[in-house]
């Protein structure tokens, strides 16, 4: 399995040729993307080549509006990772440039469909769009396909709850600190990713040290409280975290802390991922330190017990 950078005129590696391919933005790699590569590992089966999903770097409504970047739900490497352990065989990032974006979307599909992938099947969702002003459709695919003697295949929409599943729905229910929703649309936790830094090393006063977590460059859930597994060197650790400001000491600044269940050890510089099984409440003031103290042994509780119940990561087995 691989990861390869293109720009669109590049030609691919020969393992990446003759294959069954699926084009998109995968952000997330929720289940409406696992479906789709799910369909397009059949067809790989039928024409007997690799499973490839081509992705973009950075995401092409960026470049067509600069000033509209915003955290992503996974970072390119990711996204990848994710990609792969769903049944992509390659994963092509192309870099996307005003050049790319001008391709009509007959040129797309010759240029980098056919020229650059030599692919002999393309699976695509309902309502992909592609080429210059997004102007091709599943439609336009499947003449292009036909013409190129290529297989087709057009899969329709994934729903849970009677909706679509989307990036963006994604998004929202994070938002709002709905990470249970956000779950179920992914198929997993959702995961962030950042760096421990140094904190106010006011928790370990009270008895609840935390890891204050930075260089996030993924969507934050809302504020709240949440029963979380923290991995670290390829460990898991029950933990809880906030996120929010600590209005019982006054601050207002939006801070990452996590706290992890029967651990102790310096944690500073490490690079640590955070899971968010459940949210337990929302971010409030307290009257003191005592009581503070006494509801986060309360979230510690139910932390453990929302923790105990549910699959383990895959750094827990």
Known sequence: MATAYFD?????????????VTVGNFDGVHRGHQALVAAARRHAESVRGPVVVVTFDPPPHQVLHPGSERPPLTTIAQRSELLHAIGADHVVVLRTSPALLALSPEAFFEDVIVRQLGAKALVEGYDFRFGRGRAGTNETLKALCADAGLEFTAIPQYAVGGEPVSSSRVR????NGDVSRAA????????????????????????????NLDNVLTVLPGNGVFAVRAIVDGAAHQAAANIGPNPTFGEDARKIEVHLIDFAGDLYGKEM??????????????KGVSELIEQLKQDVIRAQEVLSTEPKTRAEL
Do not use: D, H, M, Q
């Not at 421990?196 to 006063?205: D, F």
């Open 8 to 20: 669109w005129s590049e030609y691919a590696p020969r393992e990446f040729t003759g294959a069954a």
């Open 172 to 175: 929202a229910a994070l938002v």
């Open 273 to 286: 991922s955070v899971e968010f099984v459940a949210r337990l409440r929302e971010t409030k003031p307290f």
């Open 184 to 211: 179920e649309l992914l198929n997993r936790p959702y995961r962030i990713t950042g760096t421990v830094v140094t904190g106010a090393k006011r928790g370990r006063t009270i008895g609840f040290p935390t890891a």
